[in-house]
């Protein structure tokens, strides 16, 4: 069974073409490919502006300022992605979570780093699905194994730094 992907859009100054959308959900699905992970899951995206994902930040956070992408995870998981506590299903899908990018400072980061748009918000979605999967990077061996899987999910998908994606 298929992982359902939900995206929505609700900015207004970047255009979200079809590639973009198929870049979000090729990247959802191989992270789950790559963890193996047991069960359809169902994700949701929403795509940002700036004011609005600073008020996301600092709402959620307590962080005000703009941020490039946000992370609201349903379910933990033990090493074997089983889950603790509370199960949530919607019908056969395992709600992982919500993922809010931005998709103007994911241009921006795009240029300061010098690559395209569509790799940035690649990297992004990797970035939230870890964190949805109970990955994070407070601490540097942490930080160091979650680099390491996301570099490892866009390298299979082809989404490299020196692409022109």
Request: net charge negative; charged share 30%.
């Amino acid at each position: 069974m298929e992982n359902s992907i939900l995206i929505s859009n609700r900015q207004r100054k970047l255009k979200v073409t079809d590639e973009l959308r198929g870049v979000i959900r090729r990247c959802i699905d191989k992270v789950l490919e790559i963890e193996d992970f047991p069960l359809p899951a169902q994700v949701s995206v929403t795509l940002v502006s700036s004011a609005r994902t600073r008020e996301i930040n600092r709402e959620f956070r307590q962080k005000d300022a703009p941020t490039d992408v946000l992370s609201f995870p349903m379910m933990e998981f033990d090493a074997k992605y089983r889950p603790l506590g509370r199960w949530d299903m919607d019908g056969q899908f395992a709600m992982l979570g919500d993922v809010v990018i931005c998709l103007e400072q994911a241009e921006r980061q795009a240029a300061e780093y010098g690559h395209g748009f569509s790799r940035e918000v690649g990297y992004l979605t990797v970035h939230s699905m870890y964190h949805l999967l109970g990955y994070d990077h407070e601490k540097e061996g942490q930080k160091r194994q979650m680099r390491k899987k996301e570099e490892a999910a866009l390298g299979e998908l082809g989404i490299t730094r020196d692409a022109e994606n």
